[in-house]
C-alpha cells in the first residue's frame, strides 16, 4: 500500500513534530495502514508531511526500539512482522498486572469508580461501528481507568509500551473481535469490583485477557505473511 492512500492526521507545526509523526506512524502500524513488511522512505515521508528528514528519522529510530519497525542498513527500513512472541509476552504480563488491579479495586473501591465504569460500558454499548479500530481506544480508556483507581497510572504506562503487538492483533479482523462478548466480560469485571469480590473480578480480567490465546491462531491461519516465521 502507498502511504499516499493512507487517512494519516496532520502535523501541528506549533508542537514538537517528532513525537507527532512518531505517534502518527504508530497508529498506522497498528492498525494495519502499513502492512508488514512494507517499506517506508524517510523522503516519502518527509514529503508527505513537509518534513525534513532529521525527525522522520527520530520516529523510525523509536518504533525501531519499540519493535514496530526495522531498520536494515544500506537496505532501507521495513514495517516489522508481528512477532508472536512480543504478543504473548504482552499478553502474559498484562495479565498478570492487570489481575491485581482489579483485585485491588474491589477490595478497595474508589468513589465513584463504578458509575464511572459503567458509563463507560455504556458508550461501548452506544458505538455504532464495531470495528476493532473503533472499539479498542474505549477498551484502552476502561483498563486505563483501573490502572489509575487502583493507584498505578504508571502501569498502565508500561502496559502501554508493551502491547503495540498485541494490538495489531485485536485490529486484524473483526470476526475474532466480538465487541458484545467483550463489554460483557468488561459488565462482569465491574459487577465484581461493585460486590467487593477481588478473587472473582480477578478471574474475570484473567479470562477477558485470555481471549486472544483463542483467537490468534485462526488470524495467523488468515494472515500468515503478517507474522515472523515460528522460532526452533
Not at 501541528?12 to 513488511?37: F, H, K, S, W, Y
Not at 515521508?45 to 536494515?72: D, H, N
Request: with cysteine; aromatic share 4%; charged share 25%.
Amino acid at each position: 500500500m502507498s502511504i499516499e492512500l493512507l487517512n494519516m492526521a496532520q502535523i501541528d507545526p506549533t508542537a514538537p513534530v517528532g513525537p507527532q509523526l512518531t505517534r502518527i506512524l504508530r497508529l498506522c502500524i497498528v492498525r494495519n495502514q502499513l502492512e508488514p513488511g512494507m517499506r517506508l522512505s524517510e523522503s516519502d515521508i518527509g514529503t508527505k508531511f513537509g518534513l525534513s528528514r532529521q525527525p522522520v528519522r527520530e520516529a523510525f529510530i523509536k518504533l525501531a526500539e519499540e519493535g514496530l519497525l526495522e531498520i536494515r542498513p544500506q537496505r532501507g527500513t521495513y514495517v516489522r512482522k508481528i512477532s508472536l512472541e512480543a504478543v504473548m509476552d504482552a499478553r502474559f504480563v498484562r495479565e498478570a498486572v492487570e489481575a491485581d488491579i482489579v483485585k485491588a479495586c474491589a477490595a478497595n473501591t474508589p468513589e465513584g469508580l463504578v458509575r464511572d465504569l459503567r458509563d463507560q460500558i455504556d458508550a461501548q454499548k452506544r458505538l455504532a461501528d464495531d470495528r476493532p479500530s473503533a472499539f479498542v481506544p474505549l477498551d484502552d480508556e476502561f483498563h486505563r481507568t483501573l490502572a489509575e483507581a487502583a493507584g498505578h497510572p504508571n502501569a498502565w504506562t508500561v502496559i502501554e509500551g508493551m502491547k503495540s503487538q498485541m494490538d495489531r492483533v485485536r485490529q486484524m479482523t473483526s470476526t475474532n473481535f466480538p465487541v458484545a462478548h467483550l463489554i460483557a466480560q468488561h459488565t462482569a469485571v465491574v459487577d465484581a469490583i461493585e460486590a467487593g469480590d477481588s478473587e472473582t473480578a480477578k478471574d474475570a480480567m484473567r479470562g477477558h485477557l485470555r481471549m486472544i490465546l483463542q483467537d490468534l491462531p485462526a488470524i495467523r491461519e488468515t494472515y500468515p505473511d503478517y507474522f515472523d516465521a515460528p522460532q526452533g
